[in-house]
């Protein structure tokens, strides 16, 4: 049987191009996807996978609709926190709410999810936790306080769950995308986004199966021994 593996915001960008490279790979997949109905059905019906609807930001939400994929599908063995939004703007301008907005959806649902799977990874011992963070959470971003502490949040809980998890199997680690062609980046106003291109090393921005690759080979067998880490992949412009 093959393993079941959850993507969250698996129907579209970067998420898409995991839940892709894992079902090429051998899993099951399993996406997640927030209100974007359009995409998820194109997804079904490109890849013959599972979509289920889901706030990542709402524990009750997630914990219906994960006891639902285990009914139906199986146990989560692989989770993929991918599901993300920004908020931007300037400290001295940003609205509580989209601090919270963003704290909740990028970085709160990392412990929601973790939470409803990992008692069934213990007991199975084995589990794979990956967390798509950012290099703006490594590096910080001008207009971004919000996102970059979500996502250098995620970066300790990485590390701090790894901990916890080692000695079950159990297997944790970060992913640091740059600037990746998403609909997340098509937002950015151009001037900006070539000013960005100009800081990037390998002269251009990223493609979602680049991540996806580096997704899938965290989730294998073969990355058994690799724990904890945070693994950066954004063209040489922010060497941690
Ligand atoms: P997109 O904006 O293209 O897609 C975001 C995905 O997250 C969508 O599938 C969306 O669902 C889902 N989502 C958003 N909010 C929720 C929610 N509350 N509950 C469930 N699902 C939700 O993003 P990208 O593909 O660009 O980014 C994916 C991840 O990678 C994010 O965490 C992002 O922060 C990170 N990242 C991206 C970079 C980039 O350059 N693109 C760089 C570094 C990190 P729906 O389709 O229903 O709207």
């Known amino acids: 049987m093959s393993k079941v593996a959850l993507v969250t915001g698996g129907t579209r960008g970067i998420g898409l191009a995991i839940s892709m490279q894992l079902k090429e790979d051998g899993f099951q997949v399993v996406a997640i996807y927030h209100g974007n109905e359009e995409a998820a059905e194109k997804f079904r019906a490109d890849t013959k996978c599972h979509a289920y609807k889901a706030d ?3 524990y009750e939400d997630c914990k219906a609709v994960f006891e639902k994929i285990k009914e139906e599908v199986g146990a989560i063995e692989i989770l993929v926190n991918n599901a993300g ?3 931007d703007s300037t400290l001295h301008k940003m609205k509580p709410e989209n601090w919270h ?12 999810t973790s939470h409803i799977v990992i008692n069934g990874m213990r007991e199975r011992g084995f589990g794979r936790i990956i967390n798509i963070s950012s290099i703006n959470g490594q590096k910080g971003q001008f207009g971004q306080t919000n996102y970059s502490a979500a996502k250098a949040g995620m970066i300790g809980f990485t590390k701090a769950l790894a901990l916890e998890g080692a000695a079950k199997g159990i297997t944790v680690n970060a992913v640091c995308p740059g600037y990746i062609e ?3 980046t098509s937002a950015i106003n151009k001037e900006v986004l070539d ?6 090393p390998i002269t251009r921005m990223g493609k979602p199966e680049e991540i996806a690759a580096a997704v899938s080979f965290l989730a294998s067998d073969k990355a058994a021994f690799i724990t904890g880490a945070t693994l950066s992949i ?7």
């Open 101 to 112: 907005a963003v704290i909740e959806t990028n970085l709160t649902s990392c412990f929601y």
């Open 195 to 200: 000013s960005i291109i100009r800081q990037i």
């Open 182 to 184: 998403t609909d997340m």
């Open 234 to 240: 954004n063209g040489g412009q922010y060497m941690a």
């Open 56 to 58: 990542v930001s709402n």
């Open 85 to 87: 939004i920004t908020r």
